[in-house]
């Protein structure tokens, strides 16, 4: 890709190679592709390690299947999230190596499977069997962004030996992420229980005064463990993505 | 139309030409057409420039038909929102011109293409792809309406670039509407960057705590860019119309 | 002031005048001035027509004052919100033309009255006279930015003729901003009424169910009245500024 | 029926004529028929008027039945609300007089169709077509009930004419019920106008922040019409009911 | 009181003794006297039977005085609620008459004790002594209207007997107010025991999740007594008032 | 006292030694005192275990006193909650052994203080330093009621391994009452760890999205250990109560 | 089963039949089966006198029929809650005697049917017919962990003497649940009224403002009858839960 | 301080230094101090790098000054947050070096200054000057526990380039913390800006529908900006443990 910083294109400026109102459209105008009402940022991948991820709910079914063209022609691993299984079905002949995970919904593309945080890993920690959809959402987000994941499931504090039996797994891993729902009491044990950051990700599994996922979410805001950080109602990309940055800090 | 002002009747009673009796019952009754259950207000294309707009949600079928019938014996061009797809089935064969706008769900009828105001433009701006629907929602009202209407989709502040890419075109348009939803930053950052008019639509995009709208919709309220007017959720047709009001200042 | 649009820069540039590194300094440093915890922005004035704007709450003393003499440095009118009273104290030895309304809580220095907006009026409405610190807040904001402004306060919809008693004056306006609290009625009904824009400004006028501002605020957002657009509970502030905007279209 | 009082009961104690014990019995035990789940209140047609109303949903269609049937052996008019079309289908055949209302989903049987409150009018008024199903509920309940209902539908206040275009056949009534969702804004202007009593019923007819209902329940709660009771969201046949009762007082 | 009907108008009208222009004037501008902020309804008294109620919150001292003045001028009986005690002290010289009752702040004067609604008792029944205030509030609006009250205090639910003590209180009346917080399940418990029309009041006494009344407003929303209307928290006042105009249905 | 049964009514009616008129009377009204706004439950001490306790918010000073002094009229050992401490200077005199816990607010007189409940202790546990208040409420209540308790403070789960210090002074209890604010994930760890009854009390201790207490009440409710009964926001009193209930159960 | 309490396996180290890091593991790692992302606590059934009760929701089918085999293996009694009829399907030929209740949606192999809690009775209250499926979800959970459970149903308060019709019943038993939608008053009534603790359900039957169930919430909360608990909206198994270690309390 | 761990305890069992049950206690038992109502958590500085923080509001004024005499006996640098200003008062002849920030109300003692994340910078970023003193908490937090802190304040999106002016300072920092009130649009931005953790802190500063940080709370936590953490409003402490803690992995 060619060199499209400032300090380039004024150099071009001076030496007379690029004309001002030239340079002031580069200056203003980054790359991107322009689909049909989507704009695809193709200085993302280098800006933050990671192409662009489409969220795929409201969108249409031809809006997801272009942008995945257009990523699979610029990039060996991407990712979508939320996607209904049609898009896998109308994508499969023209991308033979894209994959479909059910429980996540993520629609993915991972021709690199290069461990760029090395050995580090990131324990993906869940209350309950219910919630290992939204962890699996966020294991995978990690993996496809090249950390090694280590999953313990189902942990939950009703029965609090559960989670001692495997707290050496979780206490060993360099980020923890926390996914639980009701209540969501798990976040703020482990949070008193680890030193390494830990990211709390309420699910909407629960009924009645759970308001889907609304008091899980409320409960780990008011951790008392300080240092939780908390991300939407069942968004275990976002906390995949926060542990693979937080896992890239060195 | 006869001249039915309040001085027009008060002179015809002086004139003798008009009964106390009558006068006061044309005093009282503007004039209107009473369907089944409803009553179709035949005043407001000249009070307020356009046809009463047909709300479709929660009305019956043969509710709709009925006011769309009368509709099309009356005026050029005319429209209904949140319209179902049957609803152009039952109708295209009566009102062979009419059209229905999947995207949008408008259902309207455009004898009439003249720009009412001019060159001036309306930006019609989405944080993402999937506020296309209200967006166009907007958009066609005011273009159903004599406006001019530029489209500046998928530019949220994720990639704040893509924003900057289409500045000018954002700032050079008479009137701005701001479609968002998830945490509908977009609309205090444009609300901070053009001198006109600013309405934010939120949408009901994202999910969990997104709470179907509601968060972008407190967000925009509290926009910290002063002079943003704001819409209900999803309420496209609203913005359209505001648009189209102010446009119609001068 | 020097000229320091992207265009002199690169000019400046081609011609040897800037260094490559000097150029890009100033191409990302837009002038402003830093003050102790605060920016004041510079350009704010040329780009909206009016210099920054003080929201005082939240603000120390020393920091409100601190922004009052640097704005009284550099503009003829000016303004800040929700300012206590003890601000206007400590300025008027320095700032002997600086003013304070009770009322509406703003302090503000008017060196400038001209009409900027011509004969535009903007009619200010309310529902009841517990709403008049709010209106006052929306039209003292719209006089000092250049604008006429009509007072239509207590007419509410709890006894409709009051209303209609004062249509003219309100349906003469440019534009019109409806102030009201408990349930809000009177922005439906004047938005049905007139064929201009109308914002509307929920207050905190109310008890028990009205939660401090918050019926009236959704009661509007879902006004069957199209095309009124909404600011924050007891943002006159924000009216009177978008009122201002809108005035200034042409 | 025979006497059941207290005093009646006593006197056959003293009489000799009814044990101690099984007085004690009498006393404490109002007839009422014990069907599979569901306790039938007899007394209640003597007691408040109306023999019970079945509220249909949540039961099932063998609940519904059975007491369907155990009402039609004792009375000659009764009604349940929220009706599934499948209930009708289920007992046409053995309660030949039963109707169905599509619209407001009642069920019923109408063999006495005396106006009990005479020429006394219950007007029942809504803000839009949409709002017609829960008018419906309100105005068959109180006809059931023996009450003459005047309906005027579709006369919202964003063309406030309609309103007044229909004023005195709402001022003419002895209770007046007003049917609205969105903002809910016509239950203030009525309760302004009329001097009889108004019944507020809010209806989740809107979308958005409309939030089903909330926002037309909260905007009539605080009306600034003093004296306007309101019953729950969609609640037509509380609405209904309650007007009987005010018209039934005397 | 001149005649200001529309048939007298046009009749003067047609005989030439009015000019259109002035007649027009006359129909749009109903007669009602403008003070500094406010507009007080000279037509409420004939409307609505009872002259326009101040609500003292939010309006200042200087306001309220005003209002009491024009007030006095006119009328015999008048009140204003949620007032200050400063009002009556403000107000006892110029008007020595004028009563403050500390419970519910209602500032009146009452010079006309005749009971417009003849033994039509009003019960006004309170859940606890804490709810009193409320109350009070309604209780003294509707003896100010011309009713006659009668009082029914804490007998709530949780000790059930003082409720069946005083029932023959309660069920004689001809409309009953109940107030009650917390819970407020004595609303139901009532609701279920008389045929007469009730007014439910809620309160916010109670602490934590009663949420300043919000429990006891939804709580009685939802009743399972049905035909029981439901006004604003702690709206003592509006409950009165609806009371009073049920009272005087005939 | 003498016996007011039914069966010794209806036997005096037999005898002739009592009027129907009179058994009726007696039949309805159980005794009570009527004190000023208050009616004093007699019947509760008996029927409950524990005179009516006194609910001292939202109550003035005089209904306070008067009825404190009704209850030590009649009692050994009684009590109120929320008092404010002028109420005790108020009794002091009167009431010598009177007293009130500053924490707590309670105001109380124990003359008895044999524990009916013999050995088996309330456990009552705190999260945090902050949650006393509630906690002393809840345990003096018990206390009074005549029960052993056991504190077992500051042990929330942000350092869990405080919690398993204590955990034989928790296991060993009879009933557990657990009281915590902000995220109240204690609740959910002992829940899971004791085979006891568990009472779970939220707190208002937190801030920002505790929601004054809110958050604990839902995670309570939400709890993922079944079995866990919740009381109101800081209702401490509550919790006391039904531990004693539980208590007395054998 | 062995012994595995710490002082055995301490006794072992001291022994030397242990050596320190087994033991080391032992004390970490109490005994559980690890199935397929589901931990199965194997100490629950002795620790909580029931095996560990499946939450069916959320779960696959696979995941279901996993643990439902798993626990058939080591106990005779067991359920799971929430269930779909199709995992009964999926499970009657491998474990014959299994049942399925369709109203509670319980999921159970009932072998031991000893009452183990004697002859102290659960009872079990509903306010109408449409909280059965909830309360027979309570019903059969306490059944099958050994308790005698009397049914109470459609006793609400709208016709309060349904209630008194059945008060013996009610205040015969050792433990009472009241489960009851809308408003929820029936818990404040009965709680008023027994001397037993009260275990209150909210239902989500409802409509309107009953917010599926928030409503009646948060009037039980609130509830005027201290000493009522209260668990999750809907949760029949938390209560039965609850009910039966307070009956296993002596 | 002597070996605790598990292994050293189980030798000294196995060497029969230890008695069995004196081992259980040990193991049973972590060090702590027991102080009035609070537990001292000594492990908590080897554990989590920082001694125990203490959280001031809620706990009176002994407890706090007990609690910092005993860190101060143990502990080089310590804090508490939501201090008062009497606290400092109350230590500070006590604990001379003790420093209290009015701004941030954090009262500490740091004697150690050490740089333990050496030059890891931590930029913390504000939207406007009201937020600063959560910021402030945040950043102070994070210098105490041996961080360098970068402070860019007042960059809000109303005049975004404000933001690019100072955006090397941020994207140069190894941790990034948003404090922003009203709609906290600025999280979004800046996440879409930079690649390295950003942690989010809602602040209350606004007025009406601002809901005292809730709207920015619920708009981070719906950034599009994928990867960042929120934690509770005005939770500046969290942000900053969050921090450290992030900037000590590697």
Redesign the interface.
């Given at each position: 890709m060619k060199d499209e910083s400032?300090?380039a294109i004024?150099?071009a400026?001076?030496a007379?190679d690029l004309s001002?109102e030239a340079?002031?459209q580069q200056?203003?105008?980054?790359k991107?592709i322009h689909l049909e009402?989507?704009?695809l940022?193709l200085?993302?991948a280098s800006?933050?390690?990671f192409p662009?991820?489409v969220?795929c709910?409201?969108?249409t079914d031809e809006?997801c299947v272009t942008i995945f063209k257009a990523l699979n022609e610029r990039y060996d691993t991407f990712m979508g999230t939320?996607a209904r299984p049609v898009l896998y079905e109308l994508l499969k002949d023209e991308i033979p190596d894209i994959r479909y995970d059910e429980s996540s919904r993520i629609l993915y593309v991972q021709r690199n499977t290069r461990n760029v945080n090395g050995d580090r890993v990131i324990a993906v920690v869940t209350?309950?069997?219910?919630?290992?959809p939204v962890a699996e959402e966020a294991a995978l987000t990690a993996e496809l962004m090249g950390n090694m994941v280590r999953r313990v499931?189902?942990?939950?504090?009703?029965?609090?030996?559960?989670l001692?039996?495997r707290?050496d797994d979780i206490t060993s891993a360099?980020?923890v992420i926390v996914v639980a729902?009701?209540?969501?009491?798990l976040a703020?044990?482990v949070?008193?229980?680890v030193?390494?950051?830990v990211?709390a990700v309420?699910t909407?599994?629960?009924?009645?005064?759970?308001?889907?996922?609304?008091?899980?979410?409320?409960?780990?805001?008011?951790?008392?463990?300080?240092?939780?950080?908390?991300?939407?109602?069942?968004?275990g990309?976002?906390a995949g993505?926060?542990a693979?940055?937080?896992?890239?800090?060195?």
């Amino acid at each position: 890709m060619k060199d499209e910083s400032i300090e380039a294109i004024l150099a071009a400026v001076k030496a007379g190679d690029l004309s001002i109102e030239a340079a002031k459209q580069q200056l203003m105008m980054p790359k991107e592709i322009h689909l049909e009402g989507a704009v695809l940022d193709l200085q993302r991948a280098s800006r933050q390690g990671f192409p662009e991820v489409v969220y795929c709910e409201g969108k249409t079914d031809e809006q997801c299947v272009t942008i995945f063209k257009a990523l699979n022609e610029r990039y060996d691993t991407f990712m979508g999230t939320r996607a209904r299984p049609v898009l896998y079905e109308l994508l499969k002949d023209e991308i033979p190596d894209i994959r479909y995970d059910e429980s996540s919904r993520i629609l993915y593309v991972q021709r690199n499977t290069r461990n760029v945080n090395g050995d580090r890993v990131i324990a993906v920690v869940t209350a309950g069997t219910s919630d290992i959809p939204v962890a699996e959402e966020a294991a995978l987000t990690a993996e496809l962004m090249g950390n090694m994941v280590r999953r313990v499931y189902d942990v939950g504090v009703a029965g609090i030996h559960r989670l001692f039996n495997r707290l050496d797994d979780i206490t060993s891993a360099n980020v923890v992420i926390v996914v639980a729902g009701m209540e969501g009491a798990l976040a703020s044990v482990v949070g008193g229980l680890v030193t390494k950051p830990v990211i709390a990700v309420p699910t909407s599994v629960g009924y009645g005064a759970s308001f889907k996922g609304m008091t899980a979410l409320l409960a780990m805001l008011n951790s008392c463990a300080a240092g939780v950080g908390v991300v939407n109602i069942d968004n275990g990309f976002g906390a995949g993505r926060m542990a693979h940055v937080i896992n890239s800090c060195r």
